[in-house]
């Protein structure tokens, strides 16, 4: 495998020039690794509905760690069932705290599909296996798929090509006295590959902000996962409607200048180990320590793979030679730049290409995430609020965006009325407010006026918006599935977010004693409630019973849901197209009659599909990514 | 045995000369097994003897006696109990269990257990109870199938019928639409209403019988926030808050132009999964799958 990253720069160059995915078919039927299982009673028959065994994770139970809550694991014991997580081939019981790179049951499945859909089944089995396992070395993932070696290898190149895997050399702990061994591991990114359902929303803002040209680019881009610049360049020489060199680096830059596309991080970064302290340091930094969690692995290898922020979007140094006025860099800055990129990349690959490695482009998900998060929250205020709290909303996000540093910020950074004014009248329908209406509508927001006239400064609470907007979406759910009644009562344990007792919750929603229990039983067995019994010792012994909304687990269990649906319109869009394939491959002229209108059944369908799909992904987003 | 009470009373209703015969025998039965019963009236002593051929003469004789031993024996059993509502001890102690519980009202099991009575006895007590209309049954709506006696002189408490918004253990939802209905049109008038305005209106309209207290208003309004038809601010002071002092809870209507179109439908809720009481069974090659779905289908050939 260590041949692996020398030839890395020409095999990224050759897949580029590929039009289309190589489609792998696979022999036998694949074994699907479940291990967000459910051990109830429909659940022990469902793998004789599948067709194939349920495996549950391949980690032994006694490493997994301890649960952080009791009660909700006696909970789910008491329905008879358990759930768990594995990340990175931990068994986590749920309830236990979350890591930051947990993946649910259905999000795998649908990263799998999507892969598949796009690069063929060799390459969603590869993918499924590090979602599913952790981070793993060549060697386990030959094992786990039991694919060929040559065929792990190039799925690999493929997905690390289109950023759904990054690699990183990690030093194995060896006995004493033997050289340290630097093994290479592949993690898998989740986040990017689910992006793959959400390009047609990242070319609309490419389209709407930076128009046609560049949207050409970024297609470029998005198909290939990662270009150089010659492979743009190329590429739209190769287009009917070419336009010149210049054109398209004009259009390349406004693309950088806008943060839509960022420099490829390190193909395969090395993870130093951890530096060990002395006992005496630790005292120092206990309290340090625990206030900040460690990172894990992966966190750290994406870490160090990534760019340094001041050359993340930045062109490459030939360019800026000869437009490092315009920039406004010295030419010292350049030098130490050259060495810092010099030192990304190994001598031997430099010596061997004979040349400079060309630098790879790839699309920031970062920034468009943070555009749909900002669109989110306008578009709920405009909504609830009224178009003028979304006009003055939009105008401090447009005006605050360039200094938000991480993607989810629970508050905008501050800005002066006169600011946010100037912003405001700019925006279509703005220009007929003033001062006052603009304040009202801040006050709206949430924000409060403060009382003396001096520094008048406001910041949003976006942490507020993104919350308000997923508990509608839950209680929307609770009603269509249980009714007015359970959506008062689940309202009313949301809102309180602490534990109430059965007639309390009757007596405030003005539901029969008998109907409240049923209520809150069945919500109780879907996972939506938490129970806890308390038994009170006095002349006669009562058992009280107690109820509340855990929004964390709940959390969890509707983004599966939500990823079980997402592939659920997937699957009917395909199924859909394959009922009515011989329809599809007729010329328009013959499509008369019964034909036309199975045709126009067919669209109609399609447009109902696919909407509810950019619907639903909004959602997704706002429980996943906001 | 059969108790000499017994036997006055069938004494006190014979008619014919054979039912004489059988208080007879009756009264031989007793003489069998218990003590002869010291000599009391005439008309027993007469009633003991061999059978004769009785005239009228003797059945009016026999009568007269009857009634007086009627009386004698009547005046006997109230001695002892002295008892101003005419209660036996059985009676009076059930009385008494229930009276404890006050406004609480007590079940007829925790009566036999307290009073170690049989069935019986506390069955019939509490029937001669409820005829006296010395107690009356309430439903205790946390368990409605056991029955529940409580003295006439309390009412019951809130725990055991539920408040005022419950009548016969059930949950009187009439009367809930209607001040709900009634808090809306307040709120509808005044665009932007606190808690003691629509109180106040309430009260106003005298819709109801009962005095309609500030508590139940809050409950009602916050039922209706619950369900989504208003919402709960806080004054701002400016605009339609200017009556309003800063910081006081008010209610209102959502005047979001969204939510004025209709109650916005969250994008999972809005397709059939969303609704699917079937989801966790749904795989993609499993019976219940996206591609053999009813409820797709259904949705599918709606015509949009």
Redesign the interface.
């Known amino acids: 495998m260590g041949d692996f990253c020398r030839e890395y720069t020409q095999i990224s160059l050759k897949a580029s020039e590929a039009s289309t995915p190589i489609r792998h078919k696979t022999q036998g039927r694949e074994a699907a690794v479940v291990y967000f299982s459910y051990s109830s009673a429909h659940k022990r028959s469902a793998s004789k509905l599948l067709g194939y065994p349920l495996r549950s994770a391949t980690k032994p139970k006694e490493e997994k760690p301890p649960l952080v809550h009791s009660s909700y694991s006696s909970a789910h014991k008491a329905r008879r069932e358990e759930l768990w997580f594995t990340v990175g081939a931990q068994h986590i019981p749920f309830g236990a705290s979350p890591q930051p790179a947990m993946v649910s049951q259905y999000g795998i499945k649908l990263a799998a599909y999507l892969i598949s859909s796009s690069y063929g089944d060799f390459c969603s089995k590869v993918c499924e296996c590090l979602l599913s396992r952790g981070t793993l070395t060549l060697a386990q993932i030959i094992r786990f798929t039991e694919l060929s070696r040559e065929n792990v290898i190039n799925c690999l190149r493929v997905l690390i090509h289109q950023n759904c895997v990054q690699a990183f050399s990690i030093q194995q702990e060896v006995a004493f006295g033997e050289a340290p061994k630097i093994v290479t591991q592949y993690m898998a990114l989740f986040d990017n590959t689910i992006h793959k359902m959400r390009f047609p929303k990242f070319m609309q803002i490419v389209l709407e902000e930076l128009g046609k040209d560049c949207l050409g680019i970024f297609e470029g881009l998005l198909q290939h996962g990662r270009l150089s610049l010659n492979q743009i360049i190329d590429r739209n020489m190769q287009t009917p409607d070419n336009s010149d060199v210049h054109a398209v680096r004009e259009s390349f830059s406004r693309l950088l200048n806008a943060r839509f596309v960022e420099r490829c991080p390190a193909p395969e970064p090395f993870l130093a180990p951890p530096e060990e302290e002395t006992p005496a340091k630790k005292r120092g930094t206990k309290s340090a320590k625990i206030a900040e969690a460690p990172k894990t692995i992966e966190q750290r290898a994406l870490a160090t793979a990534s760019p340094m922020e001041s050359i993340r979007f930045l062109m490459e140094i030939d360019t800026l030679r000869g437009t490092s006025e315009e920039k406004g860099m010295e030419s010292h800055d350049i030098a130490t730049l050259e060495e810092k990129w010099k030192q990304d990349f190994s001598d031997a690959e430099l010596s061997s290409s004979g040349k400079k490695k060309e630098i790879l482009w790839r699309v920031n998900f970062e920034e468009f995430v943070r555009r749909l998060r900002h669109k989110a929250c306008i578009e709920y205020v405009r909504i609830r609020l009224s178009d003028q709290a979304g006009i003055v909303l939009s105008a401090i996000l447009e005006l605050t965006r360039s200094s938000e540093t991480r993607l989810k910020t629970d508050k905008s950074a501050s800005m002066s009325i006169n600011d946010i004014y100037d912003e405001v009248i700019k925006k279509d329908g703005g220009l007929g407010m003033d001062l006052e209406r603009v304040r009202a509508s801040l006050v709206q927001l949430g924000c409060q006026i403060p009382t003396t006239g001096i520094d008048e400064t406001y910041s949003i609470d976006l942490k507020n918006i993104i919350e308000l907007a997923q508990n509608e979406e839950v209680e929307s759910v609770v009603l269509k599935r249980y009714g007015r009644e359970a959506y008062r009562i689940f309202r009313l344990l949301s809102k309180s977010g602490r534990l109430l007792e059965t007639d309390k919750i009757s007596d405030t929603t003005f539901v029969e004693k008998k109907d409240t229990l049923k209520i809150l039983y069945k919500l109780w067995k879907d996972g939506y409630l938490h129970m806890e019994k308390v038994s009170v010792n006095g002349p006669k012994q009562t058992l009280f019973l107690l109820w509340e909304v855990d929004k964390e687990s709940l959390w969890v269990r509707v983004l599966d849901e939500m990823y079980h649906a997402a592939l659920n319109l997937r699957l009917r869009i395909t199924y859909e197209q394959d009922q009515e394939k011989e329809i599809l491959q007729l010329p328009t002229e013959k499509l008369v009659g019964e034909l036309e209108k199975r045709y126009k059944r067919l669209r109609k369908v399609r447009i109902i599909l696919e909407s509810s799909l950019m619907n639903l992904d909004d959602a997704l987003m706002l429980f996943h990514d906001f | 045995m059969v108790p000499r009470e017994a036997i006055e009373v069938l004494l006190s209703k014979a008619k014919t000369v054979r039912d004489l015969h059988l208080v007879r025998k009756k009264r031989e039965k007793e003489c069998v097994f218990s003590p002869p019963p010291p000599p009391s009236t005439t008309a027993v002593a007469a009633a003991a003897k061999p059978p004769i051929l009785l005239t009228q003469r003797h059945l009016n004789t026999i009568g007269e006696g009857m009634s007086r031993s009627l009386e004698i024996s009547s005046f006997k059993r109230k001695r002892p109990e002295a008892d101003p509502l005419g209660l036996i001890d059985a009676e009076r102690a059930i009385l008494n269990a229930i009276k404890s519980k006050k406004d609480l009202g007590i079940w007829v099991r925790d009566i036999k257990q307290e009073t170690k009575l049989t069935d019986h006895v506390v069955n019939k007590s509490l029937k001669s109870l409820l005829t006296r209309k010395l107690i009356k049954e309430v439903v205790n709506?946390?368990n409605?199938g056991k029955k529940h006696y409580m003295s006439v002189e309390f009412e019951p408490s809130k725990e055991v019928s539920?408040?005022v918004?419950y009548v016969d253990g059930?949950?009187d939802k009439e009367l809930?639409n209607v001040l709900k209905q009634l808090c809306l049109r307040c709120i509808r008038v005044q665009k932007v209403a606190t808690l003691e305005r629509v109180h106040e209106d309430l009260k106003k309209q005298h819709v109801v019988n009962f005095e309609i207290s500030i508590l139940q208003v809050f409950?009602i309004l916050?039922?209706m926030v619950?369900?989504?038809e208003i919402i709960e601010v806080k004054s701002?002071g400016?605009?339609e808050y200017y009556s309003i002092p800063i910081g006081t809870v008010c209610y209102r209507f959502?005047?979001?132009?969204?939510?004025a179109r209709g109650l916005?439908?969250?994008?999972?809720?809005?397709?059939p999964?969303?609704?699917c009481?079937r989801?966790?069974?749904?795989?993609?090659?499993?019976?219940i799958?996206?591609?053999t779905?009813v409820y797709?289908t259904k949705?599918?050939n709606i015509d949009?």
């Open positions: 709506i946390q409605k539920g408040g918004w059930n949950l809930v409950e916050n039922s619950l369900d989504n701002t400016l605009g959502d005047s979001g132009p969204g939510v916005k439908v969250g994008a999972f809720a809005s397709i999964c969303g609704a009481p989801i966790s069974l749904c795989t993609p090659d499993g019976i799958s996206p591609s779905c797709y949705w599918l949009f």
